[in-house]
Structure formats: C-alpha cells, structure tokens
C-alpha cells in the first residue's frame, strides 16, 4: 500500500461560506503592544473577539474610521485630562465605532459586532495615555478573492535537496483535487517526494495581484508559466515569501510546484486583488496568517558582534540563571558564566548574543546564544565545588527562590584584550577563572577549544570535589568524551568519572580544563 | 540657527503678554554616541564639569562639555559596557570610584590601568533576590550624605514579591553590608534627596496606588504595598511586620465612584490609623495631569543659579516627558507639598536627572517600554534658566483653615484679592489593590477669604473645609501679577497629609 492520499471535501465553490469571524487578541506581556498586528474580515461579517489584557497595565481596544490619526485622537485627550479620566480614557470622538472597557491587567471581554459594510483598513488603537504609537493595529475589511478551480495534482518520488526540473520527471500518480484547495494529506511518503499542482485562477478585472507563498520543503508559484515566487531548498516554513504581478483580466494558468526532504511538510499559497483582502488557496494556513490575523513581528536582531576583544553582556542568557554574564571572545567561542552558581553554564560557537530581546520594549525574557553547538556541562546553573564523601551523589540543584549557600561573588577584571577573569569564594576559600581560546569556533573543522584556568586559594574544606561535567562519558586518549547527542571533548589532569559525575578532587593549586567540540 | 532666534524674537515680540515655559527654561537637545542608543537611566556629577551617565543598554559614558554654551563641544567616552541595565551611578569623592546599580548588584568600577575604561567591576552588594521577571528594575541613587548608596527594588510584577527583597528600599553601607530600611514600594522610578539629605523615591500608578505619588523613604517605614512584606523575617532591624492594608476592591464590583455610607475603609487616612508603619506618600503626582510614570527626583541646590525655585524638588516623568515641580513641608512630622506642572517638551521619556552647581539641569531617558510624548526614542538634554523669572506660584503652606500661597512677583492686590479668582477641588484615590483608580470623594470646599500680604508676596486663602488625607487641587487663573500677567502654571495640587494646628 504504497500510495498518496488528498483529502476530499464536498464543499468545493463554497468552500468558504461566511461564517462568524473569530479572533482572540491579547495585550503582550510589557511590550506596549498587540499579539495581532491585523485582522481581516469580509464586509459586513460578524465579528466575535477575545480580548485578553496580559499586561500588567490598562489597556483597551477601540476601533475606528479609516485615516484617523490615532495617535493624534489619543493625545488630545490631553488637553482635557479631568475629562478624559471619567471616560476612562476613552476619546469623545465621532470616529470611534467600536471599542472595549478598559481592561484592567488580566481583565478579559468578549466583544462582537458587525464589520463596516463599507471596505477600508479601520485603525485599532488603544487610547490609555502614552500607548497609541506603539499599541495599534489595522482591521481590514474587504471581500474575499476568488479561489481555484480544476485543481489537480501530480505526485513524483525523489530524494532532493532542490527543487527538480519535474517536466523531465515522470509522475508517480497524478488526479484532481475536488475542493480546488492546495494541500497535502497522505497516510505514508512522509519523505522524499514532490507534488506539482496545476489550476486555474480568475483575475476579475486586469489590474495588480499579489501572490504569497510558504513551504517546508522548498516550492515555486508560476503563473502563465512565469515563475512568481521561488521558496526553495530544504528549510522550515517560516516566512511567507510574497510578490506583486500584473494580471490581465481573465482566466490564467497556476502553476505550484513543491517537494519535500523528510520531517514537517506544509504548503501555504495566497493571493490578493486591489480590492480584495488575501485569500487563500492552500488548506494550510500559515501560523503568521492564521485566521485572518497577522501576528506581531518579532524585534529586529540586534547582534552583538566580537571583533578583536571580548565582549561582556551581563542579562538574561537562557541556561545561565538570572546572574548571567555572557562572553564573546575573539575566535568565535563564547560562553555563560554564572553568578549564581560561580560556574560556567554555557559554551558555544559563533556569533555571540543577540540583544534585541532586551534592547527593545521593557527588555523582559531570557535570550538564547546566537551562535550553535551549545554546550552545557554541568545541570543547569549549578556550582562545580560541593562538600561530599561521594563524587558520585547528586550534586545540589538551581532553585529560582534561593542564593547557593558558601558562595560569595567578588566580581570580575579585565586585561588587556577585555578578558575577564571572575574571582569568588567558596566556604573562604578564594577561586578565579579566566579564560583563553585556541582555533577558531566559526570554522567546523574540530580545532576550536576553550580553555578554562581555575586558581583555587587555600582552606579548601576536605572532601570538597569539583566537578568538570555530568552526563554519560567516555575516556579516551586521556580526555573524556560526552555521549550526548551533542558531541564534546573535556581534558583535565586528575578527571575522573563518578557515577555520572566527570570530578576533581578540589585542593589548592590550578586546574586547566579544556573543551573541545569532537569530531 | 539664525533663522530660530528670528523666530523666537518673532514669537517673543508677538506674544509678549502670553509668555510660555521656553521664555524662562530653555532645553537644549544634544547628538548622542552614533555606535548606541544613548538611553539614559541615570546622571551623576564627576570632577571637572564631567558627567557620567548608566543607561538602560547597560553602559556607562563619561560626558565632557555638556555644561558648555555651545551645545557641539559635548564629547563621550564609553567608560564601562555590557552591565545589567545601569538605572542607577554615583561618583563616589572618596574613593573617585563609580557605583552602578544594575538589575542584581552594585558594582564598584575602576580604571586600574588610567586607560579610560573601567577594567576592574567588584560586587559591592548582590544580596538581593532576581527571580527574572521583566519588571524587578533596581534603581539606584548617589550617595547619601552618611555615604551609602540606597536603592529601590520593584516587585515582581505589580502584585508580589518573588524573592527576597522585592518591594524595597535598602541602603548599603561604605563596607557594603546591606540595611533593609523601608517596605512597601511597588514599582519605583528614581530616587533622590532633597536640600537637607532626606531620601525620596517615586512610585508608579498601580495596585495600592492610584496616581504615580513622590514618597518620603524613613526608615522603618512601609511605604504602602504590602506585596513584599513577606521578608520581614529578613529584616529584624525592621521590628515586627505591618498589618496588611484592607484589599477593599477585591471585595466586589462597587463603582469607585460612589461614596459608601458609612465611609470608605480603603482610604490611605483610615488604614494610618490601623498600620502604625504606613507612611502616606508626600505627594501625589496626579496621574493624567502631572504625569504617568515618575522618575528622576532633582533637588535644586545650586543656590538661585536654577531662577527662584531653590531647595525645591523637580520631579521628571517618563511617559509625559516632563519636569514637574514640588514643594514639601513638614507638618506634625510628616512630609506634604505641593506639585506644580513646571517643563514640557522633553524629546523622550525622561529617566535619570542631575543638576550640578551652575544651576544645569541634566536629564535623559527613552521611550522604550511604555511609550513618551517626546517622540523621540532616546534623549539626552540639558533644561537651563534663561535668567527672566516667570510668574509662579513659589510655594504653599498648609494652614489650620487653608493656605498661604506665595509668588514669584508680587501680585496685583485686586485680583489676588477676590476669592473669584480661585477655585478648589479636594479628592482622594481608594488606597486598594486593584490596579490604578479614579479621584474619588470629590469635595468643592468654599473660598470664603483672599488675604493679600502688605508686600503682595503672598495670599492667604481661608478654605471650609479642609479634608485630611485630600489631594486639594488649587487654580488661581484670576490671579494677576502687579504687571498683570497671568500665572505660567494656574494649577497645584497639594497633599494634605495633615492639618497644622495653627
């Protein structure tokens, strides 16, 4: 039973009655901002959204004409501030046609009502003083386009890594699609395949169209045989490529050509007219336009880039606790080290940090490495020192609610090429690390290393242990080899295994620890 | 540049008898750093006419010429870089060191090697909890008089207290031990000192406050949300834990705006007498009129050089993009005053602020997180005294059965005289935990006498009645000046913690 399955479904034409549209749309948690950058509806549809503060201000949700100047409408408010206040901020202006209390932090309401017969982009905005520039949105009113009509598949069996020329392939089973509606739903070939839809599109009127398009794996829109949108290789669907084209009035060839490698497989494809709002003629839906909503962008990057000193960004690093300091060293290897637990936390390679996270709006969240390959030896934000008669127990874990006891922060130098060394005690005794990276971490070939110093003072309490990593190890050629299914190297004189602990004995004196990512 | 002081000549000549804030403070905008984005969150002074200035990218930058005439000698030099959020720095003159507070330390910085930039950052103090939630900001002051530094912790949130310590105000010592010295605050936005030493801090309109208010930091005291009172068991030095304010609104649905019969349990007035610790704030930064989210706190020490507001306080506000201005008193022991609207038309959200001797005052800030007026994202500006001194009312003094107000210019007697040239309104804001809250129990008390002084310096106004606990919102927009000028500002709203006895 080697065979393709497509769904069918009886509605065909009206394979899009209008029913209710419904929205949730949320106030993102200290961003002055909306989830739902648009929403789109056909004239005089009903209208049902969730209107959910998750923010930890007031905030509310007014609609209004085309071309109001919100922004402006909101600050005016100002001139009358006594008046404003016991209309809770709500502007008395003609423009506004609808609109929601105002919410108090984790308020909800549930708002309906009928979208404007007449087509435009209505602005939504909310009016609590400071948050209109930021805090906005567009409800799009505008029928629906039309959707495609004798719709057929051919299905082919191949491995690629690029689109193939399909016209020199022959198809493996081809038929037709009876709800005219792009999709792909098989119960087997979940790898190694390509589909090629062919259908025909109505232009209502000659005039300019725009056609999006979104896959994983790669795919391609031609129409008239002219190639629109290219989407290919082997990727996740995450962006929606789009492109404008000039359509003569009439019937036209489409032309979707797809193919997929193995794990996820979506299609989406869309078109729009001047008048018409963005229809779409795949059964997928695109997260970044489901429903008929387009969801907040996220920030632009803003990545710190390491030239021929370290550089030092002390914030919420993902796996480094709250007390994180991340390092970019020239090189391309950085790391994570805590101040919570006075260890390393994290390794990678590449690019160093991405800042936008914290750089834009209130800054809130932890922030993820940038670059990959992302190391972390020991648990999370736990402490390499520990007092035990058995290298093998578990070591003490991270709680959020409390500080390591024994462990006193002392802060960090610099030296010359901005590299830090971090200075703690530990039950008196008094550590420094610093570090230094031999190869180059952008490159894949094995050589990049770190190596860790760490000078240990004295009145080191006996059976104190250090401990290098933890998971499963393997010794070889006198260094210890991760089985993780990220592969890695730890060499330093004195390692041994515990358990599932990689330890040194903890005295007095210097340790050299190095890490390498295995080939 | 010509062509502006035509303009401004222009403007001057044309509406002399209407003159506006730029006539007696001009702001001066200067460029910033090109390679950031200059977003201010605290200013010190530093020998030499130098700033130095943290920012919420988590830089330090020294500031040299910004005191100039011409605003293009200003120059930079980044001394520090990669910190948690700089909303605190302080020069330390003892040690000629740099203190930031940053989200989860205070960090002593040093030039070890006199090459411009910091190479040496040690933990003064970290011994407060960071659980990672956005809104812990730490905001951290200069140093004190005795030399700590004080710094304020917002909750976790608007509601809680996470981990140890969120929800206060701690001093660290020059040894760097930490003394926990007030509960109660919710989300602070600067903190400052004013002519004799006394700290202060501004908190944000939120649960348990109605309006963004400037509060008064005693030691020992509970400044009014409960949310992290739950670390009193770390603070002995604190003595006991206050009892909790009633969460009134939490009760029901009940219109703020009615007034309950047998008076309302949750008012700031009513629950002082119940918690001996709560100490209501100084003054309410009325939330719409004077601002939305108050920061910096500026004490003008510079000794008339600032034009006539010495030793009063200028309170800055991120989201209105202003400078507001305060007058405290101290009756039965406890601190009130009023606010006056003072300077608008900063380009962005004003954050951090520092005046220095010559009567300069420094601000910056940025819009980022909750939008400005300014419009701009970032800024960094310089507000001056044109040396004209504009007709104000200077200060006003709670009296037994009303006010005294005085002026910056003598008043003409006629108007100043005639109780129709004033008008008050008297309100409060439930002291509740639910978010924010109307100006309620409203009361438009009679005007029944208008006192002009012999050297028409100031009025003394008789008020029936005066409401303990109000916010008593005085305009003066008949009062003239001898020349017959109107006020700049014809609005002040005082805070009447307490009556005078005489």
Known sequence: MTRLLFALLLAAATARAVEPA?????TMTAQMKYDTAEMLVQPGQAVKITFENGDDLPHNLVFCQPGTDTAAMAMKQMEKPEEALKRNWLPDDKRIWAHSKMLNPHEKEVLNFSAPEKPGNYPYVCTFPGHALTMRGVLKVAPV???????????????WQQLPDFSKLKPHREGKIEDNLIQVKLDDYKNEFGVVFTGKLLAPKKGSYRFYLSSDDGSRLLIDGKEVLLYDGIHPAGDIKEQ?????KGEHEFRLEYFQGGGQIELYAAWKGADTQITPLSKWLHPKWKGGTKKQKEFEPIPLVVKDEAVIYRNFIQGAGNRGIGVGFPGGVNIAWSAESMNLALIWRGAFMDASRHWNSRGGGQEKPLGYDVLQPTGEVTPAFFVTDRPEAEWP???????????????????????????????????????????????????????RTVKVGRNVPANAWYRLGSGVFESKDGSFVSKGPLPYRITAEGAQMAGSNLVIPAKTGTMTITYQWAQ | MKRIFILSLLSSSLFAADPVEADFYKITTFDTPKETALEVGSIDLMPDGKLVMGTRRGEIWIVSGAGSNDASNVSYKLFASGLHEVLGIAYNPKDKNLYATTRYEITRLKDADHDGRADVFENVNDNWGVSGDYHEYAIGSRFDKAGDLWVTLCLTGSFSSAVPFRGWALRIKPDGTMVPTCSGIRSPGGIGFDADGEAYYCDNQGPWHGSCTLQHLVPGSFQGHPGGNIWYDLAPNMGPRPVDPLPEAFQGERSRKEDRPGGDPDRMVTERERIKQLLPPAVYLVHG????????????????????????????????????R????????????????????????IIGGRMDEEGRVFVGGSDRGWGARGGKPFCFEKCEWTGKTPFEVHEMHAKPDGFEVTFTQPVDAATAGDVKSYSMREFTYAYREQYGGDEVSEILPKITAATVAADGKSVRLTISPLTKGHIHELHLDGVRSA?????????????????PAK
């Not at chain 1, 419904?22 to 949320?26: E, N, R």
């Not at chain 1, 386009?145 to 491995?159: K, P, R, S, V, W």
């Not at chain 1, 420094?432 to 990276?437: G, I, K, L, Q, W």
């Not at chain 2, 020349?483 to 307490?498: Q, R």
Request: proline content about 3%; aromatic content about 12%; overall charge neutral.
């Open chain 1, 145 to 159: 386009g039309g959707t495609l009509h004798d719709l057929h598949f051919a299905l082919y069996l191949g491995n």
């Open chain 2, 326 to 349: 305060v007058y405290l008193e101290t009756v039965n022991g406890i601190k009130q005053g009023v606010v006056i609207p003072f300077r608008s038309g900063f380009a962005s959200g």
């Open chain 2, 483 to 499: 020349e017959k000028l109107s006020l700049l500002h014809k609005v002040g709203y005082y805070t009447l913690n307490e009556i």
């Open chain 1, 22 to 26: 419904v929205f949730s749309l949320k």
């Open chain 2, 289 to 324: 009129k004077i601002g939305n989210s108050a920061s910096a706190i500026i004490c003008d020490l510079s000794g008339g050089k600032f034009g006539p507001f010495s030793k009063q306080l200028f309170i800055a506000d991120q989201s209105h993009s202003n400078l507001s």
């Open chain 1, 244 to 248: 404008g084209v000039t359509l003569e």
């Open chain 1, 397 to 451: 874990k991270w709680d959020k609610t409390k500080r390591y006891e024994g462990f006193h922060w002392l802060g960090y130098s610099l030296d010359a090429k901005r590299s830090p060394t971090f200075r703690y005690t530990w039950q008196g005794a008094e550590v420094e690390e610093s570090f230094a990276v031999e190869g180059n971490g952008n490159k894949p070939d094995g050589e990049a290393k770190l190596i």
